[in-house]
């Protein structure tokens, strides 16, 4: 018999994108056969996000969509995976008749089941959350490539007061450090060159004795060309041991995503962030202390309740004293269940339109003028192959993972490590001319050379 085919599109966040390869696993190992053609799958699934109204606005377009090809089709299965499931459940199933499951992010293991049971006619719903389930043993799904998401924890218990992760994932638990370290030997052996650590607050990162400290400086070094980033810190967790491991280990890249939200202190504690903005910014100062050239990034809400033209402003003045590499920017959105969701939402849609036009324009103007800095300065890049423009150039990150744009050699290809003089950069992209090819040598000895 022919095997059924999968389809699956992802939605929100690099968790997200994990948790797709793990289904992807799943369903594989169960006999179904992975498509990347909507148009050839037996069974369809979104995998959903809920961060903000305007992600759910647009599943519900893409739900639109989809019931037009399963009125032609009536047999395919169609599924709503992810924090949408977990929120909406079985409103979900009886609002949006074409839906056939939905199912959270700590059911997935019985998704052949549900997809089975959806085959004979019967709509499902595994909308559970574990204290427990980590998919640890689950191998993910992914296609061959230079670079893999691996997710090491996951879950929130920050409860900030604007956030609906904390509901939608449920609380925090960690993977084993040891089934991490053999997931990242196996991408090693087939060739990845690069892994990004994940979970909604990876410092918090626990397994037995280990902390994030003890894992990243394991996964750095099971193979010393192998860049290792993570996502995301809070900054109530970033410890000395973890910043002088940064430090210590070559190939963990020196940039740090440290999500801000806010400039106020007043409304850092409405927010529930538990940290004052003095703090942050002597976080920031003892990090580029102990890790020479490290980089920052981060995430800013505006339009918080009550937040006031002073509030704004102190974003801005934070915005201008850390000097981020680059930020993601949001308007508040109301969450239903948050905290927050029960302050009224007392700022006009036109002043966080206004406010987040001033922070992205701030934040294009700080990005430009950083880049600028690196003008006449070498960097190493790993190199992912023809730029986005032209085939006649090529395209491969820096360290802190800004995008380098240099000319086609015919002795550089995907993969390969290079040093690069940067010569022109814009606020989003720098490019560069190719200094040396360095790639059979250790990461280590790279940055010692440089
Ligand atoms: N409204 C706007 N932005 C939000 N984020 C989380 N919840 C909300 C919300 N209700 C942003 C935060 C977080 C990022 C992942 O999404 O900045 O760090
Ligand atoms: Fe949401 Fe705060 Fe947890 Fe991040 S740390 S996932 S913003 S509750």
Redesign the pocket.
């Known amino acids: 018999m022919q095997k059924s085919k999968v389809y699956i599109e992802t939605y929100g ?1 690099q968790m997200n994108l994990a948790d797709s390869e793990v289904v992807m696993g799943i369903l594989n190992s169960q006999g179904y056969a992975i498509t990347q053609e909507v148009k050839d799958a037996d069974v369809i699934l979104l995998n959903t996000c809920s ?2 109204d305007n992600a759910e606005q647009r599943i519900y377009g893409r739900l639109g969509n989809l019931k037009a090809l399963k009125d032609k089709k009536p047999q395919i299965v169609l599924g709503i995976l992810g924090c949408m499931a977990e929120r909406l459940r079985k409103d979900l199933i009886e609002e949006k008749k074409v839906v056939d499951l939905v199912v959270g992010p700590d059911e997935y293991r019985r998704l052949p089941e549900f997809i089975d049971a959806a085959f004979g006619g019967e709509k499902g719903i595994g909308v559970k959350l574990s204290r427990s389930e980590t998919y640890d043993d689950i191998l993910p799904f992914r296609e061959d490539g230079l670079h893999a998401w691996i997710s090491v924890m996951r879950g929130c218990d920050k409860f ?1 007061t ?4 904390p509901f939608t994932r449920g609380r925090e638990r960690s993977r084993s450090l040891e089934s991490i370290v053999n997931e990242v030997k196996m991408l090693g052996a087939r060739g990845f060159r690069e892994v990004t650590l994940l979970g909604q607050n990876v410092n918090s990162y626990l397994d037995e004795q280990n902390d994030f400290a003890d894992l990243l400086a394991a996964v750095a070094g099971v193979n010393k060309k192998m860049r290792v980033r993570f996502s ?1 810190s809070h900054p109530q967790d970033l410890s000395n041991k973890l910043l002088y491991t940064i430090a210590k280990n070559e190939n963990l890249c020196n940039h740090i995503h440290l ?1 801000v ?1 806010s400039g106020s202190n007043r409304i850092l504690e409405l927010m529930n962030r538990t940290y004052s903005i003095e703090h942050y910014l002597t976080l920031i100062d003892k990090a580029r202390k102990i890790i020479p050239g490290v980089s920052f990034s981060t ?3 505006s339009g918080f309740p009550t937040e006031t033209y002073e509030d704004h402003l102190a974003t801005l003045d934070v915005m201008q004293k850390v000097k981020y590499d680059g930020a ?1 920017m ?6 239903e269940g ?1 905290k ?1 969701f029960k302050m009224e939402d007392d700022v006009t849609e036109e002043t966080k339109s206004k406010r987040l036009q001033e922070i992205i324009a701030l934040q294009q103007q700080i990005s430009f003028d950083v880049n600028q800095r690196l003008l006449e300065k070498k960097e190493i890049i790993l190199v992912e192959g023809a730029s986005k423009k032209s085939d006649d150039f090529l395209s491969g990150r820096t360290d802190s993972n800004k995008v380098v744009i240099f000319p086609r050699q015919a002795n550089i290809g995907e993969g390969d490590y290079i040093e690069v003089l940067i010569d022109r950069a814009t606020s989003a992209t720098l490019f560069g001319s190719v200094v040396s090819v360095i790639d059979k040598k250790e990461l280590s000895e790279i940055r010692l050379a440089v």
């Open positions: 966040c961060i903000r900030c604007f956030c609906v992760v995301t999500p939200q995430d800013i809400i993601y949001f308007k508040y959105s109301p969450r948050t927050a």
